[in-house]
């Protein structure tokens, strides 16, 4: 379990599909495990990462690494919630991920080698075997 809170201070309505909701705002909020992926998928930010971030904000190249990673986690949040749900939309007949529905998705830039990266590292998380 890990604590989550919104990274740009609106409120965030997380519904999972087994049926939990959770609203995540400006404060800290514990959520299970199996949450943790909607969160980052809603533009939410975990303690332990938001800890990592605290001290390199006076830093830019720091700031923007902190950036990168996660918009990472976001992208991994997505890939992992639409492999789940079996959306086919999201993805070639091949397995891999479309860049266009992702991007649309995310609403923030990403490269197509940050999407490949992130769907290799979820691939190897849910043991997903490439076809």
């Known amino acids: 379990m ?8 609106s409120v965030k309505r997380i519904a999972l599909l087994s049926g939990h909701v959770f609203i995540i705002g400006n404060e800290w909020k ?3 495990s199996h949450a943790e992926s909607a969160c980052f998928a ?5 303690e332990e990462v938001a800890k990592g971030v605290k001290g390199s904000l ?6 923007h690494a902190a950036k990168g990673e996660l ?8 890939l992992k ?12 007949t091949l397995g891999e991920p479309k860049y266009a529905v992702f991007a649309k998705l995310m ?3 990403f490269t197509a080698t940050m999407l490949k990266a992130c769907w290799k590292e979820v691939r190897v998380e849910l043991r997903i075997n490439k076809k």
């Open 2 to 9: 890990k604590k989550f809170k919104s990274v740009d201070g």
């Open 30 to 32: 514990t959520v299970p």
């Open 42 to 46: 809603a533009g939410c930010v975990s």
């Open 58 to 63: 006076e830093d830019p190249l720091k700031l």
């Open 71 to 78: 918009t990472k986690l976001k992208l991994k949040g997505y």
């Open 81 to 92: 919630t639409e492999w789940k749900i079996r959306e086919e939309k999201s993805f070639t």
């Open 107 to 109: 609403k923030e830039n």
